[in-house]
């Protein structure tokens, strides 16, 4: 799964913040997600509160179900330290 396909957005609103990891590509989704208070660093996987998928995906679930572990892989993810510059640097120098 390639996970730069993925895009977190989070919301700050009067009742906390909310989290959305968005599938950029096709099939397009977004997924809405809690961390999770009972994992060790109190954010895991998420909790899934809601998805919104297109009417295409109605009946057939199981077959995008490697794309919901995505996004809750990548949300994860998300929440790590970031990488230091000289691992990420494009240029190659």
Do not use: C
């Amino acid at each position: 799964m390639n996970l730069s396909q993925f895009l977190r957005i989070e919301r700050e609103g009067p009742d906390g913040s909310r989290h959305y990891v968005v599938h950029t590509h096709d099939p397009k989704f977004t997924l809405e997600l809690a961390p999770d208070g009972s994992a060790l660093d109190q954010i895991g996987r998420g909790v899934i509160k809601r998805v919104q998928v297109p009417n295409s995906w109605a009946g057939d679930y199981s077959k995008y179900g490697k794309y919901l572990a995505g996004a809750q892989e990548f949300f994860a993810q998300s929440f790590a330290p970031p990488a230091p510059k000289s691992e990420v640097r494009r240029s190659g120098l």
